[in-house]
């Protein structure tokens, strides 16, 4: 396991913790899709709110507002693919 420094990189690198967040909730919406269950869409929704938190945290932080904006742009593309997915789980 890599070590970690005795500050958390979250709180040195807002923007790297969003980038991280959206690739995870990018990764959920396609279990999501693939596998469309209620846990993993649960899951999904989950890792989509974490990554809003990020974003806020980002923003707040003032990041780079032009890379900040592109992570945000992928998280509104993976949460209208993850209410595909979760309008079929419903539907089932």
Known sequence: M???SETSWKKDNPNTFLSNSVQKADRAVKQAMTHPEEIAVEH?????ARADKAR???EQQDEPANSVQQNKEQLDLIKGQLNEADGIVKDH
């Not at 999904?44 to 989509?48: V, Y």
Request: hydrophobic share 55%; net charge positive.
């Open 44 to 48: 999904a929704f989950n890792s989509i």
């Open 56 to 58: 806020l945290h980002a």
């Open 2 to 4: 890599a070590k970690r």
